[in-house]
């Protein structure tokens, strides 16, 4: 009797070691996120974005006794394929990455394959404070609803910039900006695909070739392709030789793209974030005769997502991270021009006064748009166009090398 009376004690014990935190219960999921190290898999690229990262270790650290370790990945992927692959060897605990920095493709292969933690992300205290009626694409990731199953922490919308002194007009249209590049061969180029801004100019021209827009909120199998992208391919089939180094070779990642700008062989580029431009003055990374400029179609928009695997080993110190990451004062710091110049998740209207005056402070950098010009919000197409336009794209130009 006393023998089946242990064992059934420590099959309870052992069920409440392994339990899965509960969001509802979020001092539970603070009192146990406490000790614990977070392994956060996200892109290492940018200078800018992993020393925002670092601060929000220090504060996570500071209140929650969270440590916060930055994976630096080169492509997202790499962490989606260690979690498959962990479950295809039965690691159901104990996994190597707690948080993924992820949308698009990625997310949907995660949630179809059933590898995320979750729901979750509706019950942590910030989201009370995220715009789910202003800003649809903090639910909706590239088409896939998100279902609770990763955190928005921040906007992005498609810009470009040039330089002023080098470029009075910019070219406004995909069709005026492949007449640019004619006349000035060498002059403009974009990140190699599959680099996900190299990926975004691909999706941001379709959209201004695709005969109906409306296709791309489709999967790609269910839609006629050839049609839809024949303007497309003909656009960069002429682009391509007029570009930096005759098409031969791209910038590996914005950052490359932006030493490209500062070092005067080209003139313009792409970038995902309105501020990037001012946040690069700020630190001297660009001259201050940068500016911003948007097409006339409007450009593409979506947010930024964290989510957890299915077999985290630190779930609930994950939780408490990206809780954090969505608190009004990690936002006001994303979006400092200074810091990194994200926009936020956010709906200003909801916060109190004091969190309000943090965002108020801010200022638009030299080289940023006012919102009221940022113009039309377009939407993601569905993640499977840009799986297929990678793979066209790789089978017509090739890796440059």
Aim: net charge negative; hydrophobic share 45%; proline share 6%.
């Amino acid at each position: 009797m006393r023998t089946l009376l242990a064992a059934t004690l420590a099959t309870i014990t052992a069920f409440a070691v392994h339990a899965e935190p509960d969001p509802s219960n979020w001092g539970a999921v603070t009192e146990e996120a406490r000790g614990q190290t977070v392994y956060w898999n996200a892109w290492g690229g940018s200078d800018t974005i992993n020393s925002f990262i670092a601060w929000i270790g220090n504060r996570v650290n500071e209140d929650y006794g969270v440590t916060l370790e930055h994976v630096k990945l080169s492509d997202t992927a790499d962490a989606v394929s260690r979690v498959l692959a962990e479950k295809t060897a039965g690691k159901d605990e104990g996994g190597a990455v707690d948080m993924i920095w992820i949308n698009g493709e990625n997310f949907a292969a995660m949630k179809r394959q059933n590898l995320l933690f979750g729901p979750w992300v509706e019950q942590t205290p910030s989201w009370a404070n995220v715009d789910v009626a202003g800003k649809p694409a903090v639910i909706s990731d590239f088409t896939v609803p998100t279902d609770g199953l990763e955190a928005p922490w921040g906007m992005a919308q498609v810009v470009f910039y040039y330089d002023t002194e080098r470029l009075d007009t910019p070219p406004t249209t995909m069709e005026a900006l492949a007449q640019y590049a004619a006349a000035n061969p060498g002059r403009f180029t974009y990140p190699q695909p599959p680099n996900f801004l190299g990926s975004t100019f691909l999706k941001q021209a379709l959209i201004e070739f695709v005969p109906d827009a409306s296709v791309l909120q489709l999967p790609v199998e269910d839609a006629d392709y050839d049609a839809a992208t024949a303007d497309f391919w003909t656009f960069l089939d002429e682009l391509a030789p007029t570009l930096w180094r005759s098409g031969r070779a791209y910038p590996q990642n914005e950052s490359r793209q932006i030493q490209l700008m500062a070092d005067g062989e080209i003139d313009l580029a792409i970038s995902f974030n309105p501020n990037e431009a001012s946040n690069a003055i700020a630190n001297g990374l660009l001259q201050n005769s940068v500016r911003s400029f948007v097409m006339d179609a409007g450009s593409i928009g979506n947010a930024s997502f964290v989510a957890i695997p299915y077999n985290a080993n630190a779930k609930a110190g994950a939780m408490v991270v990206a809780n954090f990451m969505m608190s009004p004062e990690a936002q006001a710091m994303m979006q400092d021009p200074e810091v990194w110049g994200l926009s936020t998740v956010l709906d200003i209207a909801k916060l109190s006064d004091e969190d309000r005056a943090r965002f108020d402070a801010l200022e638009l950098g030299i080289a940023t748009l006012p919102p009221t010009e940022l113009g039309a919000t377009l939407s993601e197409p569905h993640p499977s166009w840009m799986v297929k336009l990678e793979e066209d794209w790789t089978d017509r130009y090739g890796v440059a090398q």
